[in-house]
């Protein structure tokens, strides 16, 4: 019943944009009367069933570093208006970096209009405020079909946010504009080395709750700049050598579209959810990804029960066929050129994976919780990038199969 009472007090802030804190803002000590600190512990635990495979950083030995954190949010209130916010992230899995998540001024104009100015998370997910804050969601791990593939979790500049809570309704808008730039992108739960440019970035999102319905719509853009590590010198190699086709088809640059919408319902005795995200780019060997998750759960006392099927899947793209004549002819001097760059194709994400989880959350106390997730992973189609071969660079052409098995405690104060 606690996840009830929390999640019933909190959906107003959720509407207006602060449920990302809320939890943890509530618990906040205050160091001074102008200066508070909340923080976040998360100590999560894995095991992964499959063959030779990882996903996500887990394997089939048991992990507790991959994703448990801390984080501490100190918060200066400079005066009734304006204020600013930092939040220090420190990750024990090397597949996430540590450091300064948060950094913004934030200025009330009058109690519906909001400017905030700095590093700040890109919203293009119901969870994308609160992804570090897993008291905030039923899982021990958002869907990994849309949570993990976001190419640039924060940007640095500005947004505005207007709210309204009437009697019956409430509602929130937000728009913003800045800039990412980065030594590496995350895709599909991994993070590749990379000259990461994405500038020009705006959006604007709108939020509205009736009752216990809830409507979320989003749109964000960018152009992107990025050369990927890891392709650099083959794309080069590709020019000196004349293959200007073959080589454009391994840039990633061009504009980003990402298009979302979220529901939900929720009342005291259980909850129903879902998000669909689509990211529309000029890049050749991914043009469009689909993700989407439906969720519903039952609140038993202070236990929260739950099942999510998710889903991803890529367009399908073939790479281009101006070296095809040299790799039928390993004597060739172009042979090692031509099959790098087909070998390279393959290791680059088209595919796409479905999965079924169920969990179960105790809140054994307000500000802290126990979960464990069971999920069941498979590939659609060869190779969607969650799944990493152990072992071996290069990647399965089969689908492959796994089943996760996690549990976490979750602490905020």
């Known amino acids: 019943m606690l996840t009830v009472i929390t999640s019933v007090l909190l959906a107003p802030l959720t509407i207006v944009g602060v449920a990302t804190t809320s939890s943890s803002s509530a618990n906040a000590a205050k160091l001074t009367d102008d200066i508070e600190l909340s923080g976040i512990v998360r100590v999560i635990g894995g095991y992964l069933e499959s063959d030779n495979h990882s996903i996500d950083g887990y394997s089939d030995s048991v992990s507790l570093h991959q994703q448990s954190l801390i984080a501490l949010q100190p918060t200066w209130h400079i005066n009734d208006r304006l204020s600013t916010t930092l939040q220090w992230v420190g990750h024990t899995g090397e597949g996430r970096e540590s450091g300064i998540e948060w950094a913004y001024l934030s200025y009330s104009l ?29 899982w021990v791990s958002p869907p990994l079909q849309l949570y993990n593939n976001k190419l640039f979790p924060t940007f640095k500049g500005a947004n505005v946010s207007y ?9 929130r808008l937000e728009g913003l504009y800045g800039y990412y730039h980065s030594d590496s992108v995350m895709i599909a739960g991994s993070r590749l080395g ?10 604007a999102n709108a939020a509205l709750r009736r009752g216990h319905w809830g409507l979320r719509l ?10 990927m590590e890891f392709l650099t010198p083959l794309m080069t190699a590709l020019q000196q050598a004349g293959f200007d086709d073959a080589s454009s088809t391994l840039k990633a640059e061009g504009p980003v579209n990402v298009y979302s919408i979220g529901a939900d319902y ?7 959810r879902a998000e669909w995200v689509r990211t529309v780019t000029d890049l050749d060997f991914s043009p469009t990804q689909t993700s989407y998750y439906l969720s519903a759960g039952r609140y038993i006392q202070d236990w929260t029960l739950h099942l999510t099927f998710a889903s991803s899947a890529n367009t399908r793209t073939e790479p281009s066929d101006e ?7 390993p004597t060739t001097p172009l042979y090692p050129l031509a099959a790098g760059y087909y070998t390279a194709y393959q290791r680059i994400p088209t595919g796409g994976m479905n999965s079924v989880t169920l969990g179960a959350r105790w809140d054994f106390r307000l500000n802290m919780a126990l979960k464990t997730d069971i999920s069941y992973l498979k590939e659609t189609s060869a190779y969607s990038g969650f799944f990493v071969n152990e072992g071996d660079s290069s990647q399965d052409v089969e689908a492959q199969t796994g089943t996760l098995y996690q549990i976490g405690w979750e602490w905020i104060f």
């Open 323 to 329: 070296l095809q004549p040299f790799l039928a002819d």
């Open 163 to 171: 709210n309204f809570a009437g009697e019956s309704f409430a509602v």
């Open 266 to 272: 929720e009342d005291f005795t259980s909850f129903y």
């Open 194 to 203: 990379a000259d990461a440019k994405v500038d020009n970035m705006y959006g």
């Open 218 to 227: 989003a749109y964000h853009t960018g152009d992107s700049q990025t050369r």
């Open 110 to 138: 009058n109690d519906q209009w909001q400017l905030k100015a700095g590093k700040l998370r890109m919203p293009f997910f119901h969870y994308s405020d609160s992804i570090d804050v897993g008291y905030s969601y039923p």
